[in-house]
């Protein structure tokens, strides 16, 4: 049974902990200890350097990969150690990946229609004219002419590949939508068209967004959150608005002052050390400006430094890029519920 009510998150996450085994007997942490939530309606935009864990940390939040240690819920479920039949119904109808590279994920030698049509077969949903309606119908909604069922993916542009990337999401009725990189591979007017969609899908659906992406301008225009990533680790949680406008962790700082004019912008020194070899203390210390003798021994907890907002730094706000976000666009719409006080978004006590 779930013990969901109407304003709990959709997905929460808790010390959620991967490791990956390297020849030679050696273990990669990808990530480390890593807990968020993704509110009902919510967009968490997910960001860092290559590398730095995020599509480990999505395909172990649909279970695609299981978690080393850690505790993933979704929609009030435990849903951390579920298998075979029970992982399917439970997780594959409600959450759902799209990925960078719609040409890669989808099957060149079956036809559109057979695409979309596949999660409802194997999940024994309908028949094969319901099916076909439920296809026509979906392909509408993410603005496709249905005609091209017919078509193999070679035979659309990397748009339309794209929106029957997200039509195959959705065709089973998912609430928590996990978007890797959906646009990196897209033309720039194509990729405002697919955001657009994207958000109106949204609206319409009341979906659930974790939305990886390399992008801050993007992540700036979509989330409601975000939330930042460096070596497995999450150094800042908060509203998007907030950590563009006052970055408290140095490398947010530094990830944001990408956006200002050159004068303002801070690079961090060095290369991201590897994950096989992780510095003591604080994760970023080797590359941080302000790092000091604490940095190298206590690793600093995701504490809250203000209401909803937490970072991971002993000097957290020390650093601070000048000048003005310059880039700054439209601030993205409400989510439909306010996320629930969590262990992330809640103030002590409160
Ligand atoms: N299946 C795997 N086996 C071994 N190592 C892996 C595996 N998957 C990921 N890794 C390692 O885990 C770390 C995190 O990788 P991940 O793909 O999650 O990063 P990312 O933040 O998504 O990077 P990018 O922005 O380049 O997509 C990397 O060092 C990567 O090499
Ligand atoms: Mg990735």
């Known amino acids: 049974m779930s013990d969901e009510t109407p304003t709990a998150p959709v997905a929460r996450v808790t010390d959620l902990v991967k490791d990956f085994r390297m020849s030679g007997g050696r273990t990669l942490r990808a990530v480390d200890g890593v807990s968020f939530d ?28 299981r978690p080393t240690s850690g505790r993933v819920e979704f929609e009030g479920d435990d849903i951390t150690a579920l298998r075979g039949a029970a992982l399917r119904r439970r997780v594959r109808r409600r959450m759902a990946m799209v990925f960078q590279s719609s040409s890669t994920s989808l099957n060149p030698y079956q036809r559109v229609g057979d695409v979309l049509a596949e999660p409802l077969r194997v999940h024994r949903e309908g028949d094969p004219a319901t099916r076909r309606e439920a296809v026509a119908a979906m392909m509408e909604r993410v603005g496709l002419d249905p005609a091209f069922a017919g078509r193999y993916p070679q035979e659309l542009s990397g748009g339309q590949r794209q929106r029957v990337g997200i039509a195959r999401a959705l065709m089973l009725d998912p609430s928590l ?44 225009h979509l ?17 998007t608005a907030r950590v563009f406008a006052e970055p408290a962790h140095p490398y947010a700082a530094m990830l944001v002052s990408m956006r200002r004019e050159a004068e303002h912008r801070i690079l961090p020194a060095g290369d991201i050390p590897s994950p096989v070899d992780r510095p003591s203390g604080c994760v970023f210390r080797s590359r941080c400006p302000i790092a000091r003798a604490r940095c190298a021994t206590d690793v600093p907890p995701l504490a809250e430094i203000a209401p909803g907002r937490h970072a991971a730094c002993h000097f957290p706000g020390e650093l601070r890029p000048g000048g003005a976000d310059v880039h700054a666009l439209a601030p993205a719409a409400p989510p439909l519920v306010a996320p629930l006080p969590s262990p992330l978004t809640s103030q002590k006590g409160g």
């Open 38 to 65: 993704v509110g009902r309606g919510e967009t968490l935009g997910l960001v860092g350097e290559s590398g730095s864990g995020k599509t480990t940390v999505a395909r172990t939040l649909i279970r695609l990969q």
């Open 177 to 220: 939508i996990v978007a890797d990189e959906p646009t990196a591979s897209l033309d720039v007017s194509v990729q405002a068209q697919v955001v657009n969609l994207l958000q109106d899908l949204q609206r319409e659906m009341g979906l659930s967004y974790l939305f990886i992406t390399h992008d801050l301008g993007l992540v700036r």
């Open 223 to 239: 989330s409601h959150r975000v939330a930042v990533m460096y070596l497995g680790r999450l150094v800042e949680v908060g509203e």
